[in-house]
């Protein structure tokens, strides 16, 4: 469904055109105000982090309860702290994948209730796309085009950002996602959940030493695989676990963490050559990693290429970004949700 011209033109006409965003796909309850695509009024985040750890990772069930008891009390802050009344908002926005569809329904009915009592537009936010806008919403000269590599839990791919909504995709993992590989190994080797930012902090400790045997590089290929590499950590656990043998996290977290993002930062600095762009842009979770960023920052600089990750707090899951997106969604597509709207587990990339 479009949004009516008359709507629209008076929403371009306006200097402020202010967004409440609700994200609520797996483990985390946020909602933000967000002005104009860019500023973000607040960002309140709700994390079950806690909850979950005690499970060795999320458990569905338990997080669309959490998002239920969570998400007014967030939605009142994140008003709140925007100094904002509903009736200063412009849309509702909401993420309607991919995700967990019992913690997706959970915002997409409070985004649907908001709208529908507050006569306000209701956009339907990808969170991959979302992922991509976190970098809008932390560095305001950023424009397309340019190259994204996305590094999350459910996605790793590269693709030629060539507008704000027109993406195209120029490789994807044909198996794990990079981030499902460090939850894996961190839980394999004693870390537990979340395994991404303990594998990156174990990892300092370490050496780089470790020959997992692997065959893992798909050359002269932008696609990526990571279940080899996965397997590789696991099978050298368990002939270590065999031998009665202890092992060495750090070591491990090391090496394993070497190869991965020697992988992702080769690869995405080859596509930024290749498409002839300036500009490399990381979003999603694995973002965060320290390793990744220190090695990408010295590539991109000796290839005189910009580099950009979103702030710390919005490379995961966060309602900033669906905010960011869902503003330039409806200028430029000027696409509006239904209030049939679902969730959906999966969404294309582009
Ligand atoms: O983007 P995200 O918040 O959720 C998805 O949309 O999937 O990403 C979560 C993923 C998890 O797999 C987590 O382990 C990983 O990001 N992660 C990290 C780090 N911080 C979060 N991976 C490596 N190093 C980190 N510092
Ligand atoms: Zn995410």
């Given at each position: 469904?479009?949004?009516?011209e008359?709507l629209?033109?008076?929403l371009?006409?306006?200097?402020?055109v202010?967004?409440?965003?609700?994200?609520?796909?797996?483990?985390?309850?946020?909602?933000?105000v967000?002005?104009?695509?860019?500023n973000?009024?607040?960002?309140?985040?709700?994390?079950?982090?806690?909850?979950?750890?005690?499970?060795?990772?999320?458990?569905?069930?338990?997080?669309?309860r959490n998002?239920?008891?969570?998400?007014?009390?967030?939605?009142?802050?994140?008003?709140?702290?925007?100094?904002?009344?509903?009736?200063d908002?412009?849309?509702?926005?909401?993420?309607?994948?991919?995700?967990?569809?019992?913690?997706?329904?959970?915002?997409?009915?409070?985004?649907?209730?908001?709208?529908?009592?507050?006569?306000?537009p209701?956009?339907?936010?990808?969170?991959?796309?979302?992922?991509?806008?976190?970098?809008?919403?932390?560095?305001?000269?950023?424009?397309?085009?340019?190259v994204?590599?996305?590094?999350?839990?459910?996605?790793?791919?590269?693709?030629?950002v060539?507008?704000?909504?027109?993406?195209?995709?120029?490789?994807?993992?044909?198996?794990?996602?990079?981030?499902?590989?460090?939850?894996?190994?961190?839980?394999?080797?004693?870390?537990?959940?979340?395994?991404?930012?303990?594998i990156?902090?174990?990892?300092?400790?370490?050496?780089?030493?470790?020959?997992?045997?692997h065959?893992?590089?798909?050359?002269?290929?932008?696609?990526f695989?990571?279940?080899?590499?996965?397997?590789a950590?696991?099978?050298?656990?368990?002939?270590?676990?065999?031998?009665?043998e202890?092992?060495?996290?750090?070591?491990?977290?090391?090496?394993?963490?070497k190869v991965?993002?020697?992988?992702?930062?080769?690869?995405?600095?080859?596509a930024?050559?290749?498409?002839n762009?300036d500009?490399?842009?990381?979003?999603?979770?694995?973002?965060a990693?320290?390793?990744?960023?220190?090695?990408?920052?010295?590539?991109?600089?000796?290839?005189?290429?910009?580099?950009?990750?979103?702030?710390?707090?919005?490379?995961?899951?966060?309602?900033?970004?669906?905010?960011?997106?869902?503003?330039?969604?409806l200028?430029n597509t000027?696409?509006?949700a239904?209030?049939?709207?679902?969730?959906?587990?999966?969404?294309p990339?582009?």
């Open positions: 469904m479009q949004i009516s008359e629209l033109n008076k371009k006409n306006k200097e402020s202010k967004i409440l965003a609700i994200e609520s796909s797996c483990d985390e309850t946020s909602v933000a967000v002005e104009n695509g860019r973000v009024l607040s960002n309140v985040i709700a994390s079950q982090i806690d909850i979950h750890t005690r499970f060795g990772g999320v458990v569905p069930e338990i997080a669309s998002h239920i008891t969570a998400i007014s009390n967030v939605t009142r802050q994140a008003l709140g702290l925007a100094n904002c009344t509903l009736d908002i412009d849309a509702i926005a909401v993420t309607y994948g991919a995700g967990l569809l019992g913690a997706l329904l959970v915002g997409i009915s409070f985004a649907k209730g908001l709208a529908y009592m507050s006569h306000k209701l956009i339907a936010v990808s969170h991959i796309k979302g992922h991509i806008a976190a970098n809008y919403a932390s560095h305001s000269d950023l424009k397309p085009p340019f994204c590599l996305l590094v999350s839990g459910g996605h790793t791919a590269i693709l030629d060539v507008d704000y909504t027109h993406l195209k995709l120029i490789g994807t993992t044909i198996d794990d996602a990079v981030g499902e590989a460090f939850d894996k190994v961190a839980r394999v080797i004693g870390l537990g959940y979340p395994g991404g930012p303990k990156d902090k174990m990892a300092k400790q370490g050496k780089e030493d470790i020959e997992f045997r065959k893992y590089t798909l050359e002269n290929s932008y696609n695989s990571f279940s080899g590499i996965k397997t950590v696991i099978n050298y656990v368990h002939k270590k676990e065999q031998k009665g202890e092992i060495n996290q750090a070591d491990i977290s090391a090496s394993f963490q991965v993002t020697d992988e992702l930062a080769s690869k995405a600095v080859k930024v050559k290749d498409l762009r500009t490399l842009v990381i979003a999603g979770g694995v973002g990693n320290s390793k990744l960023q220190e090695k990408l920052s010295k590539m991109c600089e000796s290839e005189g290429i910009k580099l950009y990750f979103p702030s710390l707090k919005l490379c995961t899951d966060n309602g900033a970004m669906i905010g960011s997106y869902a503003y330039y969604q200028i000027k696409e509006i239904d209030l049939d709207l679902t969730a959906k587990s999966v969404v990339l582009c």
